[in-house]
C-alpha cells in the first residue's frame, strides 16, 4: 500500500531503520529501498508491506483496538485491527495487504479483530 509519511528520525546505528509517522502512528521501519537522499522532518511517498520471514501468527482478540506495536527493540511488530479476507488486508488504523497465501486457512477470522505478528515492515520510498 501507498502512503504519505513523514520522516521522525533515522537510526544512527542501524542504516535501514527509519521511525516515521504515517496516519498518526508512528513506526519502526525497515528500508527496503530508498534511491534518494531522505532529510529528517521531511514528507515522502513510501510504498509499505508487511514482511513475514518466519511463522505466519495470527490470532482473534477479544480487544476492538487498532494499532502497530512495536515488539521490544526489533524491527517485529504486533499488528491489530479487523481482518478483511475478500480484499487481504488488515485494517490497524493503517491498511496492510497480506499474501492470500498466508491466508488460505484463516477464512473463519473475517471481519473479526486480529492480531498478526510480522517480522517487520518494509518500505520502499518512491518520491
Not at 504515517?22 to 529501498?33: D, Y
Amino acid at each position: 500500500m501507498q502512503y504519505t509519511t513523514k520522516l521522525i528520525e533515522l537510526s544512527p546505528l542501524i542504516e535501514e531503520e527509519a521511525l516515521l509517522e504515517i496516519n498518526g502512528q508512528r513506526i519502526v521501519a525497515f528500508i527496503n529501498n530508498c534511491p534518494f537522499e531522505i532529510n529528517k522532518g521531511e514528507q515522502y511517498l513510501i510504498e509499505i508491506e508487511l514482511a513475514i520471514l518466519d511463522d505466519f501468527v495470527i490470532s482473534m482478540t477479544d480487544s476492538d483496538d487498532k494499532g502497530i506495536e512495536q515488539i521490544e527493540d526489533s524491527f517485529s511488530h504486533f499488528i491489530r485491527g479487523i481482518l478483511n479476507i475478500d480484499s487481504r488486508t488488515i485494517d490497524a488504523g493503517i491498511l496492510f495487504e497480506i499474501d492470500k497465501e498466508f491466508l488460505f486457512d484463516y477464512g473463519y477470522l473475517h471481519n473479526q479483530y486480529v492480531q498478526l505478528r510480522v517480522d517487520r515492515l518494509s518500505v520502499d520510498f518512491i518520491s
